[in-house]
């Protein structure tokens, strides 16, 4: 069966500081992956996804970066965070291209002070 | 550009009523509509989802129904239980699965809880 794993589970960060999150699946090969973030009482906003190894697609301009350095590995990352960048975030998968089931992993609460 | 309104965003509901969630899509090429239950300090997990070509869907105590004239969807619960309270999310895919990948337009939430 698949698995998807993401850490750490919280992170503290101060305002400038560099940020790394990772995201792993298991259990299948090529899926597009996708990372979302979810400010406090709200939805769900896309931020990357990936279709394949070194393929990154942003959704949205904003101080975030996205990696895809192996092909079940999604990374992502800020060289200097923002207050604004507080939130949880979310890492999904999904099987390439023959179903559009997402699945998402347990995530990874940022407050940035 | 493409949007999901979902209503309402908090529904309270004594054990054992039922609950309904409404969604409305404005995508017309959407084809797929999820939904996922969110608990506390966890990440969304799917518990239904409903293809473009069926209108009704149940899986026990859970059940979607999908109308694409009116771009509605929506989730019913039955006989709720105090564990089904939550933040319920419904989706609808956009994009193109030639290109071998679909995204999401996700609504913005109905936080539920069931009184015991």
């Known amino acids: 069966s698949q698995t998807i794993h993401q850490w750490p589970a919280t992170l503290v960060q101060p305002v400038g500081s560099p940020l790394s999150l990772e995201c792993t699946v298991e259990?299948?090969?090529?899926?597009?992956l996708y990372w979302y973030r979810q400010a406090a009482g709200r939805g769900l906003q896309l931020l990357f996804y990936?279709?394949?190894?070194?393929?990154i697609s942003s959704e949205v301009p904003q101080n975030l970066s996205a990696s895809r350095p192996q092909d079940r590995q999604f990374i992502l990352s800020s060289k200097k965070l923002l207050l604004s960048d507080s939130g949880f975030y979310l890492c999904?998968?999904?099987?390439?291209?023959?179903?559009?089931?997402?699945?998402f992993g347990p995530g990874t609460r940022l407050l940035v002070l | 550009g493409e949007n999901v309104e979902q209503h309402p965003s908090t529904l309270s509901v004594q054990e054992g009523d039922s609950a309904v969630i409404k969604c409305t899509y404005s995508?017309?090429?959407?084809?797929?509509f999820p939904w996922y239950k969110q608990e506390l300090g966890k990440g969304p997990q799917l518990i239904i989802d409903i293809r473009s070509n069926v209108g009704e869907k149940k899986d026990q105590r859970i059940a979607v129904t999908l109308n694409k004239t009116a771009k509605h969807f929506s989730l019913h619960i039955t006989e709720t239980q105090p564990e089904d309270s939550a933040v319920y999310f419904c989706?609808?895919?956009?994009?193109?699965?030639?290109?071998?990948?679909?995204?999401?337009?996700f609504g913005t939430g109905t936080r539920l809880k069931v009184l015991a």
């Open positions: 999904a998968w999904s099987v390439w291209g023959r179903r559009e089931t997402q699945y």
């Open positions: 259990g299948t090969s090529n899926p597009n």
């Open positions: 990936s279709v394949g190894i070194g393929q």
């Open positions: 989706a609808a895919s956009i994009g193109s699965g030639t290109s071998g990948t679909y995204k999401y337009i």
């Open positions: 995508d017309s090429a959407s084809n797929y």
